[in-house]
């Protein structure tokens, strides 16, 4: 499985910005995406995710702020980050979870780069 993220920039405080996540190749019928974050000297952490049957998680920092979706057609994820902050500043990455059966595999996207600074 591929996953490749994209969408990340420079963004003011308060301002808005839609990442995005297409995995590719073994794509497996029950799968979840999810954002995780990691800024400089701190743990990754998970931002949101959505399961394949749109069940949703979301950090405390995000929630009211940060809507995840997902297209099923597309094998793509969204996450939507409004009234952005600095200390949203982070490297997103996307995790694509793959289930068959009890087995479970990770795929992880290569990290796409989000500040947010006046």
């Known amino acids: 499985v591929q996953v490749v993220e994209s969408g990340g920039g420079l963004v003011l405080p308060g301002e808005s910005l839609r990442l995005s996540c297409k995995a590719s190749g073994r794509i497996f019928s029950i799968n979840t995406m999810g954002w995780y974050r990691q800024a400089p000297g701190k743990e990754r952490e998970l931002v949101a995710d959505?399961?394949?049957?749109?069940?949703?998680t979301y950090a405390d920092s995000v929630k009211g702020r940060f809507t995840i979706s997902r297209d099923n057609t597309k094998n793509t994820v969204y996450l939507l980050m409004n009234s952005l902050k600095a200390e949203d500043s982070a490297v997103y990455y996307c995790k694509y979870r793959g289930e068959d059966g009890p087995a479970r595999y990770d795929y992880w996207g290569q990290g796409t780069q989000v500040t947010v600074s006046s």
């Open positions: 959505i399961s394949h049957y749109d069940t949703t």
